[in-house]
């Protein structure tokens, strides 16, 4: 299973140019599958430009909730895929310590994401959003191409300045859906998973914020 989170957002990427996605054996629908069963863990990363994803079709027609969690769901893909990379080649040892456990907490989040989006929206398109607030902000701040041609503290740095960008657009993203109101206020779980995102990721970007103003 280690590529089916993979084909997960193929899929999803794919809805972004059309309504299906072909692989060998014909077209598949996104929308009709399973998320339930999808083992991110054993995710392979590398193989989206997620600085370069575009908005599904009619994405801010869709529910609120389902915005958040597909933007998202993309979102914490794209800092897993950076945390990946520096596993490899952050030169500091808390540097090091700092990456696994974003792999591990987005992990674990996206993982309760795919499941809810089974759970509550399995018929709907994808409805990754570009334009929900903090999206496109915290995306357009990667560049693999520039981290993958760095390595130790040089790493370290790049690393921590793209991170920050990218957890604010997070940040904002989960302020948006802990704002709204009304029909698009979300369910109980949604609220306390933005919540927690809010939480460390602001306290990850205090972090990393001073390790920069240590490191010059």
């Known amino acids: 299973m280690k590529t089916t989170i993979f084909l997960f957002f193929a899929f999803l990427v794919a809805?972004?140019?059309?309504?299906?996605?072909?692989?060998?054996?014909?077209?598949v629908d996104h929308?009709?599958?399973?998320?339930?069963?999808?083992?991110?863990?054993?995710?392979?990363?590398?193989?989206?430009?997620?600085?370069?994803?575009?908005?599904?079709?009619?994405?801010?027609?869709?529910p609120l909730e389902l915005q958040f969690i597909d933007s998202m769901i993309a979102h914490h893909d794209g800092a897993i895929e950076m945390a990946k990379l520096g596993t490899t080649r952050a030169g500091r040892p808390e540097m090091k310590k700092f990456m696994d456990a974003i792999i591990a907490d987005q992990d674990r989040e996206t993982t309760q994401m795919i499941r809810w989006r089974g759970d509550w929206h399995r018929d709907e398109k994808p409805a990754i959003n570009m334009d929900f607030p903090g999206m496109r902000e915290g995306m357009n701040g990667m560049d693999m191409e520039k981290l993958g041609s760095l390595s130790g503290n040089d790493f370290d740095?790049?690393?921590?300045?793209?991170?920050?960008?990218?957890?604010e657009g997070a940040v904002m993203m989960s302020n948006y859906v802990l704002e709204a109101t009304g029909g698009n206020a979300p369910r109980k779980e949604l609220k306390q998973l933005a919540e927690a995102i809010v939480k460390a990721q602001t306290g990850e970007i205090e972090q990393m914020k001073k390790w920069l103003g240590e490191w010059k």
């Open 15 to 27: 809805g972004c140019g059309s309504q299906t996605a072909t692989n060998d054996t014909g077209p």
């Open 31 to 62: 929308s009709n599958m399973d998320h339930s069963t999808v083992d991110h863990s054993a995710s392979d990363h590398g193989s989206m430009d997620h600085a370069k994803l575009e908005s599904s079709p009619g994405a801010a027609d869709a």
């Open 157 to 167: 740095s790049e690393f921590a300045r793209q991170m920050i960008r990218h957890h």
